[in-house]
């Protein structure tokens, strides 16, 4: 069996304390640790975590893998500023694992936090796991020392966007590998979106494809997208959500803008 100690020796870890109420409102704790795969990355490079609960009491208790599935760290990059989540938004559905007594649980591995955040810029980041959407406390910081590299394209493109965000609005980025804008065959490329309100049609949902991807007459069941230039090499298509000029009146225009698009 795996112990505390020995998971202490396999890389970078945060330990915390989540408080699993069983019965009526006795507390079990489970310890949390946070082991990174590497503490020096280069810039681009994936950034790996993961989440493992021991159950340090003498009774089985239950701790949620999904506990990690959103902004649960808070990163501070190089000038002392938060970076802010740019991660997944959508829902998932609960996911609970029973954690025998005095035993090792790994509830979320190989997270990549460049999935989550923007690492923008080479040198020393905080990163603490915060437990304010998991009912836990929040842990000690690591340190992970980014060293200079170069951006994904992806990562370029969210970059470019992210300062664009009106108030009260954020950037998430939604898949990558392959994507298919509304209307439009499957095709290898990425995709983001700038958010206030899904259900609302308070959105603009962006698609960046390797290759043409044009309008397919068989797909009827969601709007489709239109095609708004090309940038970097790769075709753009955009998708405006119907509420979205109310709120954001000009936010065609300002993405064309700020991403240098051309038709």
């Known amino acids: 069996m795996t112990t505390p100690k020995q998971i202490q020796t396999v890389g970078a870890i945060l330990t915390i304390t989540m408080l699993t109420v069983v019965g009526q409102g006795v507390k079990d704790k489970l310890a949390t640790d946070i082991v990174a795969e590497k503490q020096t990355v280069r810039l681009g490079d994936p950034i790996l975590v993961s989440v493992r609960v021991t159950n340090q009491s003498p009774e089985a208790v239950e701790a949620s893998r999904t506990a990690t599935a959103f902004d649960c760290f808070e990163v501070t990059g190089p000038d002392g500023q938060r970076l802010r989540y740019v991660g997944f938004d959508g829902q998932v559905a609960e996911n609970r694992v029973g954690v025998r007594p005095f035993s090792t649980v790994t509830i979320a591995e190989t997270l990549d936090l460049t999935d989550r955040y923007l690492f923008q ?85 962006l698609w960046f494809t390797k290759a043409e991807s044009k309008l397919d007459p068989g797909q009827t069941s969601r709007p489709e997208s239109q095609y708004f230039g090309r940038v970097r090499g790769l075709f753009v298509y955009g998708s405006v959500g119907s509420n979205t000029p109310a709120l954001w009146a000009t936010a065609t225009e300002d993405i064309s803008r700020a991403l240098q698009i051309k038709k």
């Open 121 to 205: 810029t080479p040198g020393r980041y905080s990163i603490r796991l915060s437990g304010k959407w998991a009912g836990f406390s929040d842990s000690r910081a690591i340190a992970i020392e980014v060293t200079p590299g170069k951006l994904s394209e992806f990562d370029e493109v969210a970059a470019a966007l992210l300062p664009l965000c009106p108030s009260g609005w954020h950037l998430a980025k939604d898949a990558r590998g392959e994507v298919t804008p509304f209307g439009r065959p499957r095709v290898a490329g990425f995709a983001l979106h700038l958010c206030h309100n899904h259900m609302r049609g308070e959105a603009v949902l």
